[in-house]
């Protein structure tokens, strides 16, 4: 009785995201941006400078972040001010590989187009409710509380129809965060096998994308996307929880849009 | 406090640690480094109570060397790692079973310190023993795949149905190479190293690195830039004992309090985040100082931590007069003072069973001396109850140090000390909220050539499966959380 009373006392905690934006989405800095798009004379020795390889300098000088390798340490934003300044918001997560680098991906419109259109034809059916089975692949731990948090008052993902779920066989959507350590490759692919059709996958953080700070360690893989068909990247070291919610709702087609608020 | 060095022979060793032991000290860790093909070097260190931590190197062949755990129990999961890593036989030991890497033959193993290993070195469960006997006795795995949100581990529980009787645990699924993964980074770059060995214990590690380099620097750290190390370290004590709580709290099926207390845990990870820009306190601590003051002002960041302990406050008092809530927790996973003395038990553990140690107290660092940190020392019970009735004066003690450390702050003058190491090998250590962390860093010119990181979680997690005595699988999830370890940092 005076934990049900204590329950009432603050009001409602929850964020509006995504019927409204938060505040709080754009309080912290969530990714690199590269400021300066020209072609920079010294843009190799830029991007020896990082400690990930995140930084890719073109043949013909111009600089990309790969923010599925970005740790977010921000050696590049304090050594070049004047080509790489923080980003804000959450919303990074993307459909495909390709597209986590930035400023300008290969990839045509069109080719993504389709493989948004593939993702939601294949997820109709999950749309309005959503159970969630997390793994981890060798994380350092911060990323779980990170996806934990979801399900705290502030994020309350239930409120969206998204559950946990301790069974893979009761799960739609596999979160999977951690670099790819060996030793969970065989229980990574069992998990996936003893789900049901139709499958997500989220490869949540930088480690799960890229391997981050452990790639080619002897005891990891490059992160998950060799294991597992990954259909969602959310960056982050770890991804905060908006970054996850845009991820998983990115997967389901209910991501805010830039012209209007979907649901 | 520095670190003394000494020399012994292999064999000596163990009898050299046991007498340490008999005069009082604690054994806080063992580490080998590859040599070369046909050596390597242990080394032991030792806590002394109110002192420092001294190391104790010992040659031996890369073969086998006699084994210490027989006479210094403690080592037991230490020598197993050596295995796991080396190769190498610990002679004697008495249970050689992998721990962190489970490996076919010991000719192929990463060997830290050593030439670079193979490029991957894939886990082999077939080299792992099963032994089920006794009548109606069923082993039933709890993991890799946990249920929940939590780190892959695997506990395999051995129980006749109800009691435990005997708990195998399997860290090793998600070994990453860590200590490996040191060896030729500048200082940089072992720090981002540092900050992901255990990432809910981001500043802990991040401080018990940047000690031991600074001990090679001889440079002391700037008062602010220490005052700043502690703010962090302290508001990450709290989101760690909160997550604890909140753990408790979902075991036993408290659903307000679970959101209640996962609504403080998020608020203190937004104050760290606008603290310094990151939700765990990363990129703070460099060595020889801070990379910068606090984004918040003085009075800000005081009403924000008055605001969520007038929240916070009273949800820890209700919650130790709830009394379905203490049932669960009186007398379950005792871990008797006698064996927490023996192992060197570490943080809240050790504390809830008598140890009383603290490396902010017994050695402190940065501004700890200064604003003398008060230790939990009463309690002794050794339970689930007591680790969390230590866990929640602990949140108490952080909030004022936070405060008298965000007093005291004057951020004018420099808050970094430029850093250039000597050759040579540095310890340093660092209270987190798991318990003390141990760092051990070698360099030469100016590159990391061995890191061995030990996390108190590392320590702890060797105990976990003798606290089980006349508890039953139902109160697995309380004994669990209430240890509140972090496999990262286990697994390495």
């Known amino acids: 009785m005076m934990w049900l009373l204590r329950g009432l006392r603050n009001g409602v905690l929850t964020t509006r995201y995504p019927a409204r934006p938060d505040p709080y989405q754009n309080s912290f800095p969530a990714a690199v941006a590269v400021t300066d798009a020209g072609r920079q004379p010294d843009a190799e020795q830029v991007a020896d400078g990082c400690p990930t390889g995140a930084i890719q300098a073109a043949p013909d000088g111009r600089l990309f972040v790969d923010r599925g390798r970005c740790i977010l340490c921000g050696a590049c934003v304090r050594a070049r001010p004047d080509l790489f300044a923080w980003q804000p918001g959450a919303a990074t997560a993307t459909a495909h590989r390709g597209t986590l680098v930035v400023p300008e991906s290969t990839e045509t419109d069109e080719s993504l187009a389709a493989l948004r259109a593939a993702l939601a034809a294949r997820v109709r059916r999950l749309r309005r409710s959503v159970h969630v089975r997390h793994v981890d692949a060798g994380s350092d731990g911060s990323d779980e509380w990170e996806v934990n948090a979801l399900f705290n008052p502030v994020y309350d993902v239930a409120r969206l129809g998204i559950f946990l779920t301790a069974s893979p066989r009761h799960a739609d959507l596999l979160l999977v965060t951690g670099a790819g350590a060996r030793g969970m490759t065989e229980p990574l692919r069992r998990t996936l096998d003893a789900m049901p059709r139709p499958i997500v996958v989220i490869a949540a953080g930088t480690d799960a994308i890229s391997g981050g700070l452990f790639a080619g360690s002897y005891a990891t893989l490059p992160g998950v996307g060799d294991t597992l068909p990954v259909d969602v990247w959310a960056p982050g070291n770890p991804a905060s929880p908006f970054t996850l919610l845009h991820a998983i709702l990115l997967a389901l087609g209910r991501a805010p849009t830039d012209a209007g608020v979907r649901r | ?492």
């Not at chain 2, 089920?132 to 529980?157: D, K, N, Q």
């Not at chain 2, 214990?201 to 220490?226: D, K, N, R, S």
């Open chain 2, 1 to 492: 406090m520095t670190t003394s060095w000494t020399e012994t022979s292999p064999t000596a060793l163990a009898e050299r640690l046991r007498a340490g032991r008999d005069a009082g000290r604690r054994f806080a860790g063992l580490y080998a480094t590859a040599v070369d093909a046909s050596h390597l070097r242990l080394t032991a260190l030792m806590a002394t109570p109110g002192g420092g931590i001294d190391a104790v190197d010992a040659l031996a062949p890369a073969a086998r060397y006699p084994a210490l755990t027989p006479r210094l129990p403690a080592a037991f999961w230490y020598e197993r790692v050596i295995h796991d890593l080396f190769g190498t036989i610990p002679d004697g030991h008495p249970r050689l079973d992998p721990l962190i890497l489970p490996l076919p033959d010991d000719a192929t193993r990463p060997r830290p310190g050593g030439a670079p290993c193979p490029a991957a070195l894939d886990p082999d469960d077939h080299v792992l023993a099963r032994r089920v006997l006794g009548t109606g006795l069923c082993t039933i795995p709890h993991g890799p795949v946990r249920s929940g949100v939590m780190e892959s581990v695997e506990y395999l529980v051995e129980t006749p149905g109800e009691d435990i009787p005997h708990l195998q645990i399997r860290p090793y699924y998600k070994h990453r190479g860590v200590e490996k993964r040191f060896e030729g980074l500048d200082l940089a770059g072992g720090l981002l190293v540092a900050e992901r060995v255990e990432g809910v214990a981001t500043v802990a590690h991040a401080l018990a690195y940047a000690h031991a380099v600074e001990a090679l620097c001889g440079v002391p750290v700037p008062p602010a830039a220490g005052l700043i190390r502690v703010l962090h370290a302290e508001l990450e004590r709290i989101a760690n004992h909160l997550d604890v709580v909140l753990r408790l709290c979902d075991a036993a099926g408290l659903g307000v309090a679970v959101a209640r207390f996962g609504w403080h845990k998020e608020r203190i990870l937004r104050l760290v985040g606008r603290l310094c820009g990151s939700r765990f306190g990363r990129g703070v601590v460099i060595p020889g100082g801070v990379s910068g003051p606090p984004r918040l002002s003085h009075t800000a960041l005081g009403a924000e931590l008055d605001r969520i302990r007038a929240a916070l406050d009273p949800d820890l008092r209700l919650l130790l007069v709830t009394s379905s809530f203490l049932d669960r927790l009186r007398g379950t996973g005792p871990l008797p003072p006698a064996r927490a003395d023996e192992h060197g038990a570490l943080g809240p553990v050790g504390r809830a069973s008598g140890c009383r140690d603290d490396d902010r107290v017994s050695r402190g660092y940065d501004a700890y001396p200064l604003l003398g940190p008060a230790m939990v020392d009463d309690v002794d019970t050794g339970d689930a109850l007591a680790r969390l009735r230590v866990r929640v004066r602990e949140i108490d003690e952080s909030f004022r140090l936070i405060r008298a450390a965000a007093d005291r702050l004057d951020t004018t003058g420099p808050l970094a000390a430029p850093c250039t190491p000597d050759d040579g090998r540095g310890i340093g250590w660092a209270e987190a909220a798991q318990g003390e962390v141990l760092y051990a860093v070698h360099v030469t010119g100016g590159r990391i050539t061995r890191c061995a990181p030990r996390s108190a979680s590392f320590h702890n997690l060797a105990l976990f499966g003798e606290v089980f005595t006349g508890d039953i699988l139902t109160d697995f999830p309380f004994v669990e959380a209430s240890f509140g370890l972090s496999i990262a940092g286990v697994a390495l």
